[in-house]
């Protein structure tokens, strides 16, 4: 991690066999991104984790357009435009609501500024005060799902056939195998760009923040996705989660799921000090290059 406002980790035409691990007081992060298996080049997913003050996360994934030239540039250049505008938040702030959307604006501006028609999705989470804030463009998801494996809350993916699952007109199973499954109709890079916010939904103990491109969840049923994240420790849960959906793309099967693609996935969970910090107590965060107190452990 980089120091600068907060701490800094950006992920980038990277490789993570095994997950990046971020502990901090408030909670631990996971992090795995891999390239396709079945194609050369960059990984044209990036992820980025940015731990602002205490008690103050913000995540994200941007899965630069496979189709298209430089969808890696388009992915990176989003993320360090959007880190820069967290960056500038004042602590102590209610919400980072604004300079994320700002960020999200100047991420838009930077992939236009390539000139090579670039584009990328992006999803964003903030966790902030014990509750979660999504904001997303394109079809990489936020999910949060509870210590049972249930999901709570999820985003709507920009795409003809996640507008027709949520329409009722596409069974989700069906929609796992349409053959449009992979067009999008929102992205960063466009002047029709637009951004959704979700609203604040508040974290409990042994929940599970989820972010994931579209390489984890054309792989994995979003139920499938919601067990494996919420299993177990976090580091373990972050690579089952991963694994599977590399070996769904390596090992077609009948009725199972299955689209090479590069892959990143994001999991947070929170540890009571987050919800202490958001109520004023022991407001003081420490960050763990890789151990906490077992009592802390997630």
Known sequence: MTASHGLVKLFVDQRLERPWMGRFSEGAVGVVTRPSPLRRGANQDAACVHYVEPGAFVFAIADGLGGGPDGDIAARVALEALTRQVQQAV????????????????????????????????????????????????????????????????????????????????????????????????????????????????????????????????????????????????????????????????NPEADEPSKPDDLTLVLFRPNPRLFDVATGINAVSQVSTGLVPDSEKV
Do not use: W
């Not at 809350?153 to 507008?163: G, I, K």
């Not at 960063?188 to 923040?209: F, K, N, Q, W």
């Open 91 to 250: 602590p102590g702030e209610a919400t980072l609501r604004s300079h994320i959307i700002d960020g999200i604006e100047a991420a838009n501006r930077a992939v236009q500024r390539l000139e090579s028609q670039a584009a990328t999705t992006l999803v964003v989470v903030e966790v902030c005060r014990g509750e979660m804030r999504s904001y997303h463009v394109g079809d990489s998801v936020a999910l949060l799902a509870n210590r049972q494996g249930r999901v709570k809350f999820e985003t709507l993916s920009h795409s003809p056939v996640a507008y027709g699952v949520e329409a009722g007109m596409i069974e989700r199973e069906d929609a796992m195998h349409h053959s449009e499954r992979h067009l999008v109709f929102n992205v960063v890079g466009t002047d029709e760009m637009r951004i959704e916010v979700g609203p604040r939904v508040p974290l409990a103990h042994r929940d599970t923040v989820i972010l994931a491109s579209d390489g984890v969840l054309d792989n994995l049923r979003l139920e499938e996705l919601a067990e494996l994240a919420s299993r177990g420790r976090l580091e373990a849960a972050v690579q089952s989660s991963a694994d599977a959906a590399s070996r769904r793309m390596a």
